[in-house]
């Protein structure tokens, strides 16, 4: 291949279900398509090089550690498809924010393996990408679910069980969400092991929350099949609550939780590990305006607009 090849993926925002799906439980997620990172590999006369300027990164892939994430997807989906890393010049760019839950890692990290596949002319199937980019979660999170780079690998919305196929959701209906950066670092890994450890404290506990959770995601699940945004949102509503329960919020996520509902929203929620990141509500197409003020004024620092409809399941 010598042309120059550009791969994207996007990010994702988790509806319900984070944090009980490290246990077993169901989780539904959905990615943002107007939210991707980009691979674009461009030919070039020497050795693989990746720059990836957002994160300080201009590099010869030689001369970065093994376990660097970039360089970890590099070789991964080299020795996967059986090839040398190409004389070609790797750009990494993305306008997905870092470290707040919507996948910035798992986006750049499948970007990354479909633009090598297209370079080498190889078919790269959602559950091969999945795959290979979980190697590379790993890395950030230690243990994790596996939900970012399923529901990014497959780019649909997905009702998603550790360890199992994903199910792709039936939409019954077109649902409005508004994602909400509180503008704080959501450090997944150190949350993710809070958790565990508050769970080993008191299993029982912690056991009956992710019980909880699990119900509050078969019905969303139910909802979202039947177009229902009124049951949908008060789903959101009793998770956020439930993950309040569990430790994982913090008082800028209520803050804009509260906002968005007092704004007018159906539901509202943290999304991903909490602590920080970001909240996402579920409205009605007309009160998006008014609720993505309300986000900005308890001071959200950006607010995205996505829609969950037939067309994207
Ligand atoms: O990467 P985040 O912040 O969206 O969190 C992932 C969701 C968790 O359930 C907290 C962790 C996991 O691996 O599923």
Known sequence: MTGRICASAAGKVILLGEHAVVYGRPALAIPLQGLRAWATLTPHAGPFRI????????ALLSDLPMEHPLARIVYLTAEHF?????????????????ASGLGSGAAVSTAVVRALAAWYGVEAPPEVVSALVYEVERIYHGTPSGIDNTVIAYGRPIYFVRGQPPRPLAVGGTFFLLIADSGIPSPTREVVLDVRRRWEADRERYEGLFDRIAEQVEAAHRAIVEGNAAELGARMNENHRLLQEMGVSAPVLDRLVDAARRAGALGAKLSGAGRGGNVVALVEADAAGCVAKGLKEAGARRVWQSTVHEKNT
């Open 51 to 58: 720059q990836a300027p957002a994160v300080g990164v201009d």
């Open 82 to 98: 059986g090839f040398a890393p190409p004389q070609a010049l790797l750009r990494i760019d993305s306008e997905i924010p870092v």
